[in-house]
C-alpha cells in the first residue's frame, strides 16, 4: 500500500512538472552560454530558464577564412551578458545578424546587437553588455 502511495505521488509529481514547464533559451551556434545566473553551462544549446531576471554570459566565436588557401583566423569575444526578464512558458531565441567576414564579427563586437525572438514571432533587438558595462549598471541599481 505503501508503495503505491509512493508511487502515485511520483507520478503526480512527474505529471505536474510537465504542466508547469519553464521557459527556454536557444542560441545561434556561433554564441557559446557559459552561464545562467552565475551557474556554469557547458555544452548545451537549449537552456532551461526559471521566471524573473536572468543573467546569462555568452561568448561569440566563429572561424573566417578569406579563401580557399587560407587557414583562417578565430574572431573571439570576452564574455558578453544579457539580462532578461522571464515572467512565463516562452521559448527564446537569440540570433546574430549576418557576419560574412572578420571585419564584420570585429564590428559586430564592437555593439553587440542581436535579434531575441520570443515564441517564434516576436523579434526584438538587443545589446548585449561587457563586462565593465554590467558592473555600472548593476553598481546604478544598487
Do not use: C
Not at 503526480?12 to 552565475?38: C, E, M, R, W, Y
Not at 553551462?41 to 561568448?59: C, K, P, W, Y
Not at 527564446?92 to 564590428?107: G, M, N, R
Amino acid at each position: 500500500m505503501n508503495t503505491k502511495l509512493t508511487l502515485s505521488a511520483a507520478l503526480g509529481l512527474l505529471l505536474t512538472s510537465f504542466a508547469a514547464q519553464s521557459s527556454s533559451i536557444t542560441f545561434h551556434d556561433d554564441l557559446d552560454v557559459d552561464s545562467v545566473n552565475g551557474v556554469v553551462i557547458e555544452f548545451e544549446r537549449e537552456v532551461d530558464l526559471g521566471t524573473g531576471e536572468q543573467l546569462i554570459e555568452v561568448s561569440y566565436s566563429d572561424l573566417f577564412q578569406d579563401n580557399a588557401d587560407d587557414s583562417g583566423h578565430w574572431v573571439k569575444s570576452q564574455p558578453l551578458y544579457l539580462k532578461l526578464d522571464v515572467s512565463g512558458n516562452e521559448k527564446y531565441h537569440l540570433e546574430l545578424p549576418e557576419l560574412y567576414s572578420a571585419d564584420d564579427a570585429k564590428d559586430f563586437l564592437q555593439n553587440p546587437v542581436l535579434s531575441l525572438t520570443i515564441d517564434g514571432q516576436q523579434h526584438q533587438d538587443i545589446t548585449l553588455l561587457s563586462q565593465s558595462q554590467l558592473f555600472t549598471l548593476l553598481l546604478l541599481n544598487k
